[in-house]
């Protein structure tokens, strides 16, 4: 089975342009999550979305970041206008709603996104 | 959510145990302890997870205070695959985000 998969794995971008980092979470989840981890640091949630909504986005920076999770096909993370600080790994996680009380979040490899 | 305190890093000898501790003074009737680690250039990988009682999977066990105000992970018998980031974190169960803090680095020497 298939993990969670995020592409590209690296990303170069020049100040102003824009970045989509993709993500397909686990076959049959229906949350995934985003959270970044600037350098040296450690990971900050940024948003949570389940198929079509979003639930939490209280991590979000309010300008230029946004996330949509489509009813089909991946997750979106766009960054509109890239500056220096936004250079970071973004990592995506999903897990399942279940009956259970509890559920795992599995995460992706990561996409490292590096602005010149 | 609830604050966690954890060392900044512990090293081992490989093949022996790692007792990694956590405080949690905060902690609500409803937060579950959980724990994730993060090898080198990857991303977080779920170890364990609890609530009241002490758990044991195949990767590692976690003890938790009677009280819950701590709990510890104890990796058995330390390998060199298992130097990581070990974060310790507490959340309601489902669907809810996690929030790292600055994790325990596991040196493990051979």
């Known amino acids: 089975n298939a993990g969670v998969m995020q592409n590209p794995r690296h990303l170069v971008r020049r100040r102003g342009q824009e970045a989509r980092l993709r993500c397909s979470p686990v076959?049959?989840?229906?949350?995934v999550y985003w959270y970044r981890q600037l350098p040296e640091e450690g990971l900050k949630f940024m948003v949570y979305?389940?198929?079509?909504?979003?639930?939490?986005e209280s991590g979000m920076p309010k300008e230029r970041f946004s996330a949509e999770f489509p009813k089909e096909g991946p997750s979106i993370l766009r960054i509109q206008q890239v500056v220096r600080g936004d250079s970071a790994a973004y990592f995506c996680?999903?897990?399942?709603?279940?009956?259970?009380?509890?559920?795992?979040?599995?995460f992706g490899p990561g996409t490292r996104l590096t602005v010149l | 959510d609830a604050k966690t305190t954890q060392p900044n890093s512990m090293e081992s000898n490989e093949e022996e145990p790692v007792h990694l501790p956590c405080n949690h003074s905060t902690i609500s009737g409803t937060d579950y302890i959980h724990w994730y680690r993060q090898l080198p250039s990857q991303g977080p990988e779920y170890v364990i997870h609890?609530?009241?009682s002490n758990v044991n999977n195949r990767m590692a066990s976690l003890a938790i205070a009677e009280d819950r105000k701590s709990s510890t992970l104890i990796l058995h018998r330390a390998t060199l695959r298992d130097a990581a980031v070990y974060y310790c974190?507490?959340?309601?169960?489902?669907?809810?985000?996690?929030?790292f803090g600055g994790g325990t680095r596991v040196l493990v020497k051979p």
């Open positions: 609890g609530l009241t």
């Open positions: 076959k049959g989840h229906s949350h």
């Open positions: 996680a999903s897990s399942q709603q279940t009956g259970s009380s509890y559920n795992e979040q599995f």
């Open positions: 979305l389940q198929k079509e909504n979003i639930i939490d």
């Open positions: 974190i507490l959340s309601q169960a489902a669907g809810n985000k996690l929030t």
